[in-house]
Nanobody
Framework: QVQLVESGGGLAQAGGSLKLSCKGV???????????IGWYRQAPGSEREQVAT???????NYAESVKDRFTISRNNSRKTAYLQVNSLKPENASAYYC??????????WGQGTQVTVSS
């Protein structure tokens, strides 16, 4: 069973930066490498929303609200994806989740990492 483990969340000041990581544990290379990885966030009382995705071909897409401030990347040799979050705003505070999103079959989710932004 594939597991995703996020890390890198924490407390940052408004305007600051964090780098979130998402490591695929027990994910075989032939599955991890071509599969789209997504970062999502969910604040209390809100629905989970997509923040950014990166395909197996390294094509990235972003939500309009985070374009030019967040950068998604992946290192397949390490089976790890990243989300660099810059110029943090208080409204960016949320639990951030990564997911392996295959075209067919089950989506695998991580347990989430909390980002807190102080103003």
């Amino acid at each position: 069973q594939v597991q995703l483990v996020e890390s890198g969340g924490g407390l940052a000041q408004a305007g600051g930066s964090l780098k979130l990581s998402c490591k695929g544990v027990r994910a075989i290379t032939s599955f991890f490498n071509p599969t789209t990885i997504g970062w999502y966030r969910q604040a209390p009382g809100s629905e989970r929303e997509q923040v950014a995705t990166i395909t197996g071909d390294f094509i990235a897409n972003y939500a309009e609200s985070v374009k030019d401030r967040f950068t998604i990347s992946r290192n397949n040799s390490r089976k790890t994806a990243y989300l660099q979050v810059n110029s943090l705003k208080p409204e960016n505070a949320s639990a951030y989740y990564c997911a392996l999103v295959p075209r067919d079959g089950q989506t695998f989710w991580g347990q989430g990492t909390q980002v807190t932004v102080s103003s």
